[in-house]
């Protein structure tokens, strides 16, 4: 670096952390010109924040509040106020299973991205992979999209497609997935950090693949 501002990710999470380790990786080994310097949990014991702090990386529970689905209004302030003085560019959901609303994304407009395990507009929602498997399509993939107030509905910024294979699991078919999850998502970051991703309404232009 030549003393340039990094681009700064905020990264939410309430799982595992396998996205959250591969963005973090390819920052670290300079192959996303950005970095992760904070990572918040709704859930004390996720795997995400354990993911944060074996990287050296600033990783917190805050609680979530009162609702099931959603951060309630005081959660919901402590988290966009968590972010602002970590001085985020981008908040990036990796496995967030709580809905942001209007407040939390009017604190960072256009810059609030999920990744979701599904082709979206097919199957919104909760796994995604089993939907995908019950319906019986043949390919299915991941979608990365600008969060906005609905579910899984913002504009989409990439998608990579999978093969569902004749034997699959919803196990075998969510592995494969995430797979491509961990190669689309540090890739759309690294895009986004370069100012190379262009948004107009839904049309979203500038991406050259993973
Ligand atoms: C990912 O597969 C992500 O697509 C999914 O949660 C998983 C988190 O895994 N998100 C959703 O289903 C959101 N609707 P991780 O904790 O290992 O990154």
């Not at 670096?1 to 390819?26: C, T, W």
């Not at 602002?84 to 981008?90: F, I, M, N, S, T």
Request: charged share 25%; glycine share 12%; with cysteine.
């Amino acid at each position: 670096m030549n003393g340039e501002r990094q681009y700064r990710l905020g990264v939410l999470g309430s799982g595992k952390g396998s996205n959250l380790a591969a963005i973090a990786d390819a920052c670290a080994a300079g192959r996303v010109p950005a970095e992760v310097t904070l990572v918040l949990s709704d859930v004390p014991d996720a795997g995400i924040l354990a993911r944060g702090r074996e990287r050296g990386l600033r990783a917190e529970h805050l609680a979530p509040g009162k609702f099931r689905t959603k951060l309630d209004e005081e959660a919901e302030r402590r988290y966009v106020a968590a972010l602002r003085e970590a001085g985020v560019d981008l908040v990036v959901l990796a496995g967030f299973m709580r809905i942001l609303k209007g407040d939390f994304l009017g604190a960072f407009p256009q810059r609030v991205i999920n990744i979701h395990p599904s082709l979206l507009p097919s199957f919104p929602g909760l796994e995604a992979w089993r939907q995908a498997l019950e319906y019986g399509v043949k390919v299915t993939g991941c979608t990365v999209h600008l969060a906005d107030p609905g579910v899984d509905t913002g504009p989409i910024l990439a998608q990579q497609a999978v093969p569902v294979l004749d034997g699959d699991t919803a196990a075998t078919l969510h592995e494969r997935i995430q797979q491509a999850e961990r190669e689309l998502y540090p890739a759309v970051i690294g895009a986004l950090a370069r100012g190379e991703i262009q948004v107009q309404g839904r049309r979203v232009t500038g991406f050259r693949g993973s």
